[in-house]
Structures are given as C-alpha cells and as structure tokens.
C-alpha cells in the first residue's frame, strides 16, 4: 500500500487542514514556537497512546494507563522529597521499573488468570487511584517541595524544543524499532490479528498480551514523572479520565480496536490531532465543551473509516469449506 | 403407500466401477412418488468451485425413517440446509405432497412443518425449558405479552408427548446433556411438525441415551412423522431406518427398503466410483524411522495412539468426523497435552510441550481450517511467512526485512504463489493463494514432519491435483507427511500406508492390498471387525 493512499496519510492531511483552519482566525498558532509547545503539551498524551497502541493490537486494552501515571507520579514525588539529591536519571528509571511493574499486574491476571482485560484494568485503575491516596493521605505535593532539578529537567529546552519533547520522540523512534524490527513487535501484530494461527505458529498469547501490559505500564510510569515534573504538582486525581484521551488517541491513529492493525506513526498522528484541538479551541475561542463534541465526532469519523477500510479486505478465506461436508 | 419407494430403487443392480453419472433416471418428469410427504426433484446446489448437490433425489413418508447415507462431502449436511430454507437450490424442486413448494427462509420451512434437531442443537443457557422450547414463537396473551403460563402448559404436553419428565420452569443450564437434547427435540416438534430432520442425533449421547432416542424415533413413527435420519453408525441405520437413500460427491446413487439391502451392499454404493481420478504418486524411497509415537492418550478426545513414521513417507490418517484425528495432532504439536504417552524422534524420547517446541523439532501443523487457524490476514505475504522462522531472518535480535523478503521469495515462487507483491496484506489474495502462504510458511521452517489436516477439503478440482502432486514432491525429497483426510480417494490416491481412527483409539493399520475402500469404511465405522481392532 503506497503511502498516500494510507490511514496515515489522510491523517497527516486533516491534521494540515486542522492547523490551515486554525491559521485563519489565529495565525500565531502555527508558528514554529507555538507548534513546538503544543507538540511538548502533547508528549505525555503520545507516549500513553503509544503503549495503549501495543495493548490495543493484542486484543486487549488497559484502562488504568491514567492511574498508573498518577500513582507513580506521586511515589517519584516522594522520592524526590525525601531524597531531593536524587540524580533525575534514576528517578526515570524508578519510573520505568515502576510503571512496568504494575502493568505486569495487569498482564499476569490476564495472561495467568484470563480475567477480561477491561475488566483487569477497571480494577487495577480504582486500586492505584486509591493506593494514591493511602500513600499521600489526601495531601498534594506543591511545587515548593520539589527539588528544581526534578522539575526542570523536561522543561529544559534543546534546538527548540523541550527535553519532555525530545523523550517523547526517543519513545516514538524506540516503539517504532520495536514493532518494525523485532519477533516481539511482530508477534504483537500477530497475536491480535489471528490469535488461533498464532498458537499454531508457536507464539504464546498469553505471553504477548502480558508483554504489551508491561510496555504500556513502563511508558505509563515514564509519563508519570514527567507529568509531576511537567505541572509541578502530584495528588490523588491527577491525569483523571486520561485513559478515554489515550485510547481516542489511538483510535483516531488507526488502531483497529478489534487488535491486530495499526502503527506507531498513526498514533503518533492521533495524539498530535487531539493535542492541537484541545490547545487550539482556546485561542481561537471556542469553549472547551467544544472540545469534547469534537474529539468525539474525530473517533466516529475515524472508526467510521476504520470500518469501511477493514470491510473491503476481509475476505473469507476457503468459503467453500464450510459447505464441503 | 407403503410400496411407494419402490420406483427409486434403480441402484439395487449395483457395479460400482462403470458408473459415470446419476444412476437414476433422468428426463423422467418428476420422480417423486405420490404419498411422500415431502421430496426433493433434482435438486442442484453449487457454491464456487464446487458442485455440492448434482440433481439428487429424496422421499420422505409419513411414519417411516428414512437414512441418509454418504461419507463426508457427499452433500448430506446441504440437503438439510436446503430442506430447513437455509440454502436455496440453484435447480430441481421441492415437493411438499407433491406440490411445488419453497423455502425462502427457515421460518418458511418450519412454517411448513420441516423442521430439524441439528448436530449441534444451540440452545440459551440462561433461558428456562419452555421459553428455549417456544423461543421465536411463543404464545401471546391478548396484550401481545408472552403468556408465561400457556407456554409452560404446552411445554409440558410436548415434553410428556416423547416422554420427557423435565420441569418446563427450570433453567436449561440446570440440565444434563441428555435432556437438553430432548429439550431440543421438544422445540423441533413445537412447530406443527410433519417432516422431522435427525442429523447425527446420537453423536454425543450414551448408550442409555440413544435407546431412549431410539424409542423417541418410534413414538414420533407412530404420530405419522415423516423422518430423515443421518448417522454414519451402520448398526443403528438397520436398526431404526424403514428406507435409505444413498449419496456420493453429491450425488444420488440410489434409494430402496432397508430389509432389501445388505451392509456390504450399502457400504459399496457409499464408497463405490468411477477410476478416472488418477493421483501423482510417485514411489519415494521410504527410509529410516523419523518419529515414532508411543501411547498416546488424552483423557476424553483419544487413547493409546501408537504408530512410526518414516523418512519420505505419506501416512494417511482416515476416520469419521468426530474419531479423534484433528485433536490427536494438535496434541501431538503440543497445542493439548497429553495425559500419557511420549514421541521418539530420531534417537531421543521427549514430550512435545508447545507449538513452539514441535516447530524447534521440526514437526509442523497445516490445520484444517486455514482461515481461522493458518494465515493473519492484515500482515503482509512476507511478515506471514517468516512468522515462524524469524530467528532466522533476524540479527541480533533484529528483523533484516531483506532476509525474510529472499527467504519469502524462495517458498513462494516453488508453491507458485500469485501476487501483486510480497508486501500485499494475505487478507486480499484469493483463497488458493492464502492457502500457499500458509503451506509456504511452514516449509520455511524446514521441518522434517508435515502434518496436513484435510488438504484439500472445500477447494475446486484443479486447485487439489495442485496439492497432491506438491504432496508427493515433498515425500519424494525426503519429508514425511502426515495426512488427515476424510476424503477416500485421496486417502487411496496418496499414502503409502493407512491409520483407520474409530472413537479415539487406532481401529486399523492398512498397507498394500488390505487398502480398499471397503475395509477403510468398514473400520472406521466398526462393521464386523470388533474385538479384531488393532
């Protein structure tokens, strides 16, 4: 399929005309430095979607991204209180590890277990939002608390744009090795789009999906941090209903929801799509509650698409077979 | 009445050998007697590639079982989709006391008073005994509310009509299999019945249990039912049957009373065909022993499988649908495990845990069903391929897409595969072609076994001759193939020796001169060979 007939393609191409409109009654919004702030608004957004993306591919789909964000956010917060020397590298890979360890969760009680994702995730979700809450006792962790380097660092601005933007390019160049370039990401793809051939190919599902819980919580607990460090602020209700944003993100990218179809480049699109609507309605002064009607009539559209495109190609293979006996 | 059939009986001379084309007569005007409740007239039924019904001929009488008999593929289960409104003839005609009659929907068929107890009856879990009995049509009460109370009362009397003490009220998840069964004969006489349909109705049943559905059978004779039995058990066809009609490839071999016939004469007419089909064996240099399978057993689906395959081989595996054939080679691939029983391979005994670890020793599985469980559709030709043998294509730890693109190529141009490109999602090409991806996947595998489950079935003529001269090129160059057929030309056609499956345990061994179509039948149905089974 060449390029310009691609999902991607007319993706990239509304999101043109999205920014052409937005010119038009506000031109200062596609400047260069406006596009690369919007850009580092919308990293966490990306970064979530991207792990969300592999979830969605393995027919599953986690719910307690948002959650897992919030409470490691809050436990990097922590550390960084009691700890304020902390190097920031380490504080990333606590976030990792972290972020990673509760997706596994995630992963083992629906691999081990084979509790229904959306079920697994709805748990998992009210259980970090309230193990925030036992961790902090209600309280917020304000700016004054955090140590200037655990803040800063992904406001630091390189060539133009922020560290947290930079991190959220490595993420989307790294997820797009993955999944272009490995058994793993290939098995993903290959687990979602015919779990039954993939047994019998000798891919483990169960493994899979549980790996694909894994990333999207590591990405998770990336997020985490940065988000604390981003707005300066950790409580219990922070990124709260996120999860719905990620997987709009996702599904607006061309992730099919029914698994298997997908990539990181059209994520990568349906985050930047969300991100400029809900940065631009502002400054051209629509209300916010637009926003909301917008994303929304952008997920029918693309699922709309989605359902259109799936149609044409999926051919019942050996229809005759069914009437041989 | 009675005599009625006896104008379909042309067949009773019976050479099989110079047959050429439907028997029975043609260009007679209707064929059908009078006095059947319901027949078929010529009945043509093709679907792509395939003609399944080729101007067949059925009666049914009021108070008499009729058998239908035909191996698989003989085009049984189309004549009951057609006779119950699910598929619609392409020619001939049904005949409904003796009138023209169609089925245009399900609900025209039972309308008519055709309906069908199936192989697998679906019924609702969470629903009560009644409401499964009159879903769809449920008595109304003057609100156009279901009358709850009515329902059961009339529940109740269908129930207690075949003999059934079941509670109306009860939940069907609440029921053993046994009377869930008859809960399902229930809702096929809940209609006005006249025509009752039985396709394989004793398959999942215990010995008390099919007694029980036998006197069933007799209850619903008396009430002047008109009944088509279908059942491969050659013991309870002369058991309960009044007459039988004989299919083969889709087509009528011939009909009569079954005190007039003799099995082996009815096993003849099922198996019997013309010699023209010729299959491209060639005599491979069969070698040393390659795997060696000992014990085998599984706690419900099979029992001490044992059996040796050599090098440049091709082991058919014939039986009935249901002998254990599939789900003993999925066990042996490690997708089931075993409860007893270990492989030899080559020089070491081990135990097959996973796909994965089948792969690794080289056995690989081509399953049935090639859409569900072979080929990814939206992954492109190439990713398809590769999918087992990236460690191949990969290093360290990365996929090289040149590699899988020259290792795709190489597999690909032998099965001839047609494509725009090798980057073209296997979800657009056509069903041959998606075929040769899943064929080419495992062959770059380099496996030393090839499991093949029912190669050929649903595909057009050509398309087979393909499979089977591919078959035999793979056997000559030294792999060993496993074939799962139920097909017995092609089991005739392609393997050097035969394992007859019967109930999950190995009924025969053939080789040689014991291979002929008969004691194949005869073994996989269990006639006149007990206590000799192997």
């Not at chain 1, 608004?41 to 993306?53: C, F, K, N, V």
């Not at chain 1, 599904?251 to 990181?264: K, N």
């Not at chain 2, 081990?350 to 994965?356: C, E, F, Y």
């Not at chain 2, 490109?421 to 991806?437: A, E, F, I, R």
Request: glycine share 10%; net charge neutral; hydrophobic share 50%.
């Amino acid at each position: 399929m060449s390029f310009v007939k691609s999902r991607e393609a007319i993706l990239l191409a509304a999101i043109v005309l999205l920014l052409g409109l937005i010119a038009t009654r506000f031109p200062a919004f596609i400047t260069p430095h406006n596009l690369a702030s919007v850009y580092s608004d919308t990293t966490p957004l990306m970064i979530l979607a991207l792990g969300q993306m592999v979830v969605i591919l393995t027919r599953c789909i986690d719910l307690s991204v948002a959650a897992n964000l919030a409470l490691t956010g809050m436990v990097c917060a922590m550390i960084n209180v009691a700890a304020p020397d902390l190097p920031v590298g380490l504080t990333i890979l606590i976030a990792l590890t972290m972020g990673a360890a509760l997706g596994a969760i995630n992963g083992l009680l629906v691999w081990k277990l084979a509790i229904p994702p959306i079920v697994v995730t709805l748990g998992t979700m009210t259980i970090f939002r309230g193990v925030i809450f036992l961790l902090s006792d209600g309280q917020w962790i304000n700016a004054h608390e955090m140590s200037a380097n655990f803040t800063g660092f992904p406001r630091q601005v390189i060539l133009g744009v922020t560290v947290m933007g930079w991190i959220g390019l490595a993420v989307a160049l790294l997820m797009a090795l993955l999944m272009a370039r490995t058994a793993l990401g290939r098995s993903f793809f290959a687990v979602g789009g015919n779990p039954h051939a993939a047994v019998y190919t000798g891919l483990n599902v169960g493994r899979a999906q549980f790996l694909a819980f894994v990333i999207s919580g590591a990405l998770a607990g990336l997020a985490g941090y940065l988000w604390i460090a981003r707005y300066a602020v950790a409580y219990v209700d922070i990124a709260g209903g996120f999860e719905l944003e990620v997987v709009a993100a996702c599904v607006i990218g061309g992730i099919s929801i029914a698994g298997g179809v997908g990539s990181v480049l059209g994520t990568v699109l349906g985050a930047m799509f969300l991100g400029i609507v809900k940065n631009a309605l502002p400054v051209v002064d629509i209300s916010p509650f637009w926003q909301l009607a917008i994303s929304g009539a952008a997920i029918l559209i693309a699922v709309t698409f989605n359902a259109r495109s799936g149609r044409s190609k999926g051919r019942v293979i050996l229809k005759s077979a069914e009437h041989a006996q | 009445m009675r005599d009625a059939g006896r104008r379909v009986t042309a067949a009773r001379s019976y050479p099989p050998q110079i047959k050429t084309g439907p028997i029975m007569g043609t260009g007679q005007g209707p064929v059908a007697a009078q006095g059947a409740v319901l027949a078929l007239d010529r009945i043509i039924k093709t679907f792509p590639g395939v003609t399944a019904l080729d101007q067949v001929q059925l009666e049914l009488h009021a108070g008499e079982v009729t058998s239908l008999i035909g191996e698989n593929g003989a085009g049984k289960s189309t004549v009951v989709k057609i006779l119950t409104g699910i598929y619609q003839p392409d020619g001939g005609q049904i005949l409904l006391d003796g009138q023209p009659v169609s089925f245009p929907t399900a609900q025209a068929a039972s309308g008519a008073g055709v309906t069908a107890i199936h192989q697998e009856t679906v019924l609702f879990e969470e629903l009560t005994v009644a409401e499964n009995i009159f879903i769809g049509h449920a008595p109304r009460t003057r609100f156009g509310l279901i009358d709850t109370a009515e329902m059961r009362r009339r529940a109740g009397q269908i129930l207690s009509s075949i003999g059934a003490e079941i509670d109306p009220g009860v939940k069907l998840k609440d029921l053993g299999i046994a009377s869930r069964h008859l809960v399902a004969i229930g809702r096929a006489l809940s209609v006005e019945a006249r025509v009752v349909i039985m396709d394989e109705p004793t398959a999942a049943l215990s010995q008390k249990e099919i007694e029980e559905l036998y006197e069933l059978v007799e209850t619903l004779k008396a009430q002047g039912k008109a009944i088509l039995f279908i059942s491969h058990k050659f013991d309870e066809i002369f058991r309960i049957s009044d007459r039988y009609t004989v299919f083969r490839d889709g087509q009528f071999v011939g009909a009569g009373r079954i005190d007039e016939i003799s099995e082996s004469d009815l096993v003849k007419m099922m198996v019997g065909r013309s010699v023209d089909q010729i299959f491209p064996k060639r005599e491979a240099q069969v070698g040393e022993e390659v795997l060696k399978v000992v014990g085998y057993s599984h706690p419900t689906e099979f029992e001490d499988i044992n059996f040796t395959l050599r090098r440049g081989e091709i082991l058919g595996f014939y039986g009935l649908v249901g002998a254990g054939r599939s789900e003993f080679m999925q066990s042996l691939i490690g997708i089931t495990k075993p409860s007893k029983g270990a492989v030899k391979l080559e020089d070491h005994v081990t135990i097959i845990r996973s796909p994965a670890e089948a792969i690794e020793a080289g056995i690989v599985y081509v399953p049935e069903d090639r859409g569900k469980q072979g080929a990814i559709l939206d992954l492109p030709i190439f990713q398809n391929v590769t999918l087992p043998s990236l460690g191949e294509t990969s290093n360290r730890g990365f996929i090289r897409m040149a590699e899988e693109f020259a290792l795709t190529r190489q597999y690909t141009e032998r099965l001839d595969l047609r494509a725009a490109s090798l980057d073209t999602t296997v979800g657009s090409l056509s069903g041959g072609n998606q075929q040769k991806v899943v064929i080419a996947k495992w062959l770059a595998t380099r496996p030393k076994v090839i499991i093949l489950d029912e190669p050929t079935k649903g595909i057009d003529i050509g398309s087979k001759a393909a499979v089977h001269e591919f078959m035999s090129e793979l056997a000559a160059e030294g792999l060993s193939v496993i074939m799962v057929s139920s097909e017995i030309p092609e089991i005739l056609g392609m393997s050097d020796r035969v394992i007859v499956m019967r109930e999950g345990r190995i009924a025969a061994e053939l080789e040689g001169e014991d291979l002929t179509p008969e004691t194949l039948v005869r073994h996989a149905a269990g006639i006149g060979v007990k206590g000799e089974a192997a």
